[in-house]
């Protein structure tokens, strides 16, 4: 997920903001900085349970968000979501564009005073790596650093993974290619910095668990924290950065159903929130309206060893069926794009187009065909059994799969039933492969095409419905060091045409976000990575 865009990725966070207590603007820090609105308070709310907060093992938006706010990597995305330097004050980068030698900044602490050194990025991102964390986010290292890839795989010891900590202040990283977004990357969670004396005394199994159980160097840091019910944060007073950091707490709340959120606006309790569909049309002319693009596709995922979907002209049926129009025209009336392939409207391509331009409609429904392909499927493998669609239990997830439930009975013939379970319950069992059809998302980490198709590459979970195909994993391989743009960007859709033709997913949706806001809340951005920026946030008078 990864540079100038107005979101990403990935944003998994279905956020309403509340302000609070707007007393004192203006008001001396006590450190020679000037500290607007220092007794604000910011309410959030997220649309789901908070899976994990250990940042090597993590891989949602809704923990990136909190971890990209409590956190800061080497370098951190602005409001134009460009890499700027962070615990790195600079880099030097070699004429080959493969060595990265990074300079950290004087007096840059962790919250209980230790100093962030050089060492804790390179036991972070070995930590990530190793086989016995079985991190599912290690491969955003393992593709771009040179030697993590065969650490990761069991094939090398940490010795082999090209980060050198060369002294406090100075960590040297080489590449496997050229990769222009490395920078950003480094603004990404799972390249964070861990304090391994620290994670060594609470102990691996238990670092994360609790507020007291992480260690914070961003802008802020946490209070309080459940699972279940959500975080407070308070602004970090020994972030090297706490001059510009405006807001003094920020209370994060789960709250699932958007229309409890539009309730306490209407109220005058909250000063942002998401629109259900039935509601934009209520509020479109009104002060405060607007749209976000998420830089996220929803979709489909078939797990091609359960029946049916064991059979491609099966899954090619289901795919076929459904049309992704009504759904965003209907259903979700937000701003949100048919679905017309995995990566979504506004990606990066080459030649000043996006990707979506260059690579046009590799998806689009055919009623006729699928109700003939299925007919030749049941032929083949026997009569449907008991098919169960797998969502989370937000509101959009919700209404989404009422609609499939409809298409497949209406386009098909066939019964389709629901299963609801909080979010990381559902992430949980499509990992294990416990289930049959679901409706997932994939957010971007970076703005390129490669952050989307890397995720059908020998998936390493069974997220991806158990897909392994080894013309589609030679594609992308080939992609990631093909130096000529255009010719990248030709096996990025070949290897999509590929993914669509083998029916494992049908794209949804384009995420976008219909919203209300209060005009006094001021620089509030949703970032690549799936995470909302609080760093940045100001409140008016």
Not at 10 to 17: D, R
Not at 256 to 285: F, I, M, P, R
Not at 432 to 438: E, H, I, R, V
Not at 492 to 514: C, H, S, W
């Amino acid at each position: 997920m990864r540079k100038a865009w107005i979101s990403s990725v990935s944003l998994v966070v279905l956020l309403t903001l509340i302000l609070s207590g707007c007393g004192g603007f203006t008001s001396s820090n006590g450190n020679g900085g000037t500290e607007k609105a220092k007794d604000s308070v910011l309410n959030l709310a997220l649309e789901s349970d908070i899976p994990d907060l250990n940042q090597v093992k993590t891989t949602d938006g809704t923990s990136f968000t909190i971890l990209n706010n409590t956190l800061e990597g080497l370098y951190r995305l602005d409001q134009d979501n460009q890499p700027q330097p962070a615990m790195a004050k600079s880099v030097d980068i070699s004429d080959d564009k493969l060595t990265y030698t990074f300079h950290l900044r004087d007096g840059i602490k962790w919250s209980n005073g230790d100093p962030v050194t050089a060492a804790d990025f390179k036991y972070s991102w070995l930590k990530a790596l190793d086989p016995n964390t079985a991190s599912q986010y290690a491969f955003i290292i393992a593709q771009f650093v040179k030697g993590a890839a065969d650490y990761n795989a069991g094939k090398a010891d940490a010795s082999a993974v090209a980060v050198e900590a060369k002294d406090d202040k100075t960590l040297v990283v080489t590449l496997n290619q050229p990769t222009p977004f490395f920078l950003s990357l480094t603004a990404f969670v799972t390249y964070f910095p861990l304090n391994q004396k620290f994670v060594e005394k609470v102990g691996f199994d238990k670092f994360a668990l609790t507020a007291d159980s992480i260690l914070y160097n961003g802008p802020y840091v946490i209070t309080s924290y459940d699972q279940a019910k959500g975080v407070t944060l308070k602004k970090n007073d020994k972030y090297w950065d706490k001059k510009n950091v405006q807001v003094q707490t920020v209370n994060m709340d789960v709250l699932k159903e958007a229309s409890t959120a539009l309730n306490l606006y209407e109220s005058g309790k909250l000063d942002k929130v998401y629109l259900q569909s039935s509601d934009v049309n209520s509020y479109k002319d009104k002060e405060g309206f607007g749209t976000e693009t998420m830089f996220r596709t929803y979709f489909t995922q078939a797990n091609l060893k359960k029946k049916p979907f064991d059979n491609q002209k099966i899954r090619k049926a289901f795919q076929l069926a459904v049309e992704p129009k009504i759904l965003t025209d209907t259903i979700l009336n937000n701003g949100s794009l048919p679905g017309t392939g995995l990566v979504p409207a506004g990606m990066n391509g080459t030649d000043g187009k996006t990707y979506r331009e260059l690579a046009g409609d590799v998806f689009k429904p055919d009623v006729a065909k699928a109700k003939e392909l299925l007919a030749e499927g049941i032929k083949e493998s026997g009569k449907l059994p008991k098919i169960e669609l797998l969502v989370s239990d937000d509101s959009v997830s919700k209404d989404t799969a009422t609609f499939l439930q409809s298409e497949y009975k209406k386009n098909l013939g066939v019964d389709v039933s629901i299963v609801t379970k909080p979010f990381s319950g559902r992430l949980e069992a499509m990992r294990n492969g416990d289930f049959t059809l679901a409706v997932n998302r994939w957010g971007a980490d970076y703005n390129d095409p490669l952050t989307f198709m890397y995720e059908w590459v020998d998936p390493k979970t069974q997220s991806r419905g158990n897909y392994n195909n080894k013309e589609y994993n030679a594609l992308v391989d080939g992609a990631q060091v093909e130096k000529d743009e255009n010719k990248r960007i030709d096996m990025f859709v070949q290897a999509e045409k590929l993914l669509i033709e083998d029916g494992n997913m049908t794209p949804l949706y384009f995420d976008g976000r219909a919203y209300m806001i209060n005009p006094k809340v001021k620089g509030l951005k949703i970032a690549p990575g799936a995470t909302l920026e609080l760093k940045y946030v100001k409140i008016d008078k």
